[in-house]
C-alpha cells in the first residue's frame, strides 16, 4: 500500500543469486492510452494484463486492460480516475480495482486511493469495481463511504476492504499533514453474488483491517491493524491469513516492525508474499519483501540488513516477482526464485532494449512478468518479459 523512495545499495548488499547467470527474457512495450503514464499491476494465466495508463494532456488516470497486446480503456464509476493495482487472477473475464465517482468525499478523507493518485487528484469518494461484459460496476460498502477491490479468484470471490459507519478512535484524523481518515474499514470478500459482501474477523485488539488476495481454494491474505490513514503504516500491524473463517498473523515472532507489514499476493498453494516494515523506519520507505509458506513459515527474500525490497507476486511454481531499490538509487523489478535467488530484470533484457525496469508486479504461471519500464526520456511504459525459452 506504499511506493518505494529511498536509496538503497543493492549490489554491494550481496543481493542472493545477484552473480548467478540471469535467466534471458524477451521484453516489449505495451501500448497505453496516449499520455505519458502507463503502468502494469496484473497479468494472469491467459495473459490479459491489467493496470493504468493516461490520456494526452491529461494527468488522470483510467483502468487500462491489455487483450492480445492492445489497451483498452475500462473506464470509471463517474469520478476522473480508476485503477487496477494488484494482481487479478480471474480467467473468466472480470477485472477487478477501484475507482473514484462523481459523489465529493463528504468527511474529507484521502482514502486508500490516495496512494496510487496525483496529490491534487483526491476529494472524490472511492469505491471497489468489478469490470465484465464490457461494463464497470461498483461494489458495495459496509455502511461507510468507500471501499477498494485488489485480488479475485475463479470462483466469483474478490478482497478488498470497506468503510462501515463506525467512527474509528484509531484513525489519523483531519489536521496538516494527515488523511482526514475517520471511519472504520474491515477486510472483506465480495461475490459471489453481484451484490455481496462478508466482512472478515480481525485479531484480537485490532480495528481495522483490509483482504489483498485470494485463491480458489478461498484462502485470503490481507492486514489487520489500527485505521490510521487507511494506507498501510499501522494499519498492516499484522500480516494475515484467513482460513476456514480465522485469522492467522503469519508473521508473528518473525516481523518486528508494528507497521507495514503486507501480503500482496498468495498463489495456488498457498504460498504468501509481500513486503514486511523496518523496525527502524516508521515512514514505510524502507521495506523488505518476504515469503510465507506452511511448511517453512515466514522468511525475507533477501535477508542483507540493509536491504530495501518489496514482493508482488508469485505463481504456482514459486517465483516471485517484486522490485527493490538499487544502487544507483532507482527502482529495479526482479524475479526471485529458490534455484536463482534475486535476478535484477535489468540484466536480462535482450540487447536493443532499453528502457529500464523499474518494477515487476506480477508473475503468472507461465513465468511472464509485467511492471513498469521507463525510458531515456522518463516516460512510463507497461511491458511484458516472455521468458526467452518459452518466445515463439
Request: aromatic share 8%; net charge negative; proline share 6%.
Amino acid at each position: 500500500m506504499r511506493h518505494l523512495t529511498l536509496v538503497f545499495c543493492a549490489a554491494a548488499c550481496g543481493i542472493p543469486g545477484a552473480a548467478a547467470a540471469a535467466t534471458p527474457y524477451w521484453f516489449a512495450e505495451l501500448p497505453g492510452l496516449g499520455g505519458t503514464r502507463t503502468q502494469a499491476y496484473s497479468i494472469n494465466d491467459e495473459g490479459i494484463v491489467a493496470g493504468y495508463s493516461t490520456y494526452a494532456g491529461s494527468g488522470d488516470r483510467h483502468a487500462t486492460a491489455w487483450f492480445f497486446g492492445q489497451p483498452h480503456d475500462l473506464g470509471t464509476l463517474g469520478g476522473p480516475n480508476s485503477d487496477v493495482v494488484w494482481p487479478v487472477k480471474n480467467l473468466g473475464g472480470r477485472i477487478v480495482g477501484f475507482s473514484q465517482t462523481a459523489t465529493p468525499e463528504p468527511l474529507g478523507e484521502n482514502w486508500s486511493c490516495a496512494a496510487f493518485l496525483a496529490a491534487d487528484a483526491t476529494g472524490y469518494t472511492c469505491r471497489g469495481f468489478v469490470w465484465e461484459d464490457g461494463r464497470m460496476r461498483a461494489l458495495p460498502t459496509l455502511g461507510g463511504n468507500n471501499g477498494f477491490a485488489a485480488g479475485a479468484n475463479d470462483r466469483g470471490q474478490i478482497a478488498g476492504w470497506a468503510e462501515t459507519a463506525v467512527r474509528d478512535s484509531t484513525c489519523e484524523g483531519a489536521g496538516p499533514g494527515k488523511s482526514g481518515q475517520v471511519l472504520q474499514f474491515l477486510p472483506v470478500v465480495y461475490g459471489p453474488g453481484a451484490d455481496a459482501i462478508h466482512a472478515l474477523p480481525l485479531l484480537p485488539g485490532d480495528s481495522s483491517g483490509a483482504a489483498t488476495a485470494l485463491n480458489d481454494r478461498g484462502q485470503v491474505v490481507g492486514i489487520s491493524g489500527d485505521c490510521d490513514q487507511a494506507v498501510g503504516r499501522n494499519s498492516a500491524r499484522h500480516a494475515v491469513l484467513w482460513e476456514r473463517g480465522q485469522a492467522i498473523d503469519i508473521g508473528a515472532g518473525v516481523l518486528t516492525a508494528p507497521y507495514w507489514n503486507t501480503p500482496n499476493a498468495i498463489n495456488a498453494h498457498g504460498d504468501v508474499v509481500g513486503f514486511a516494515g523496518d523496525p527502524g523506519d516508521p515512514t514505510g520507505n524502507v521495506t523488505h519483501a518476504f515469503l510465507w509458506t506452511k511448511q517453512g513459515g515466514m522468511r525475507l527474500l533477501n535477508p542483507a540488513p540493509d536491504d530495501n525490497s518489496t514482493a508482488t507476486g508469485i505463481n504456482v511454481f514459486g517465483q516471485v516477482s517484486g522490485y527493490y531499490v538499487a544502487s544507483d538509487g532507482a527502482l529495479h523489478g526482479f524475479v526471485w526464485s529458490a534455484a536463482d535467488g534475486m535476478q535484477d530484470l535489468n540484466d536480462t533484457r535482450q540487447p536493443g532494449f532499453g528502457d529500464t525496469i523499474t518494477l515487476a508486479t506480477d508473475i503468472n504461471d507461465f513465468g511472464v512478468v509485467t511492471g513498469r519500464a521507463t525510458d531515456a526520456n522518463g516516460v512510463r511504459h507497461a511491458y511484458v518479459a516472455v521468458p526467452a525459452m518459452r518466445r515463439p
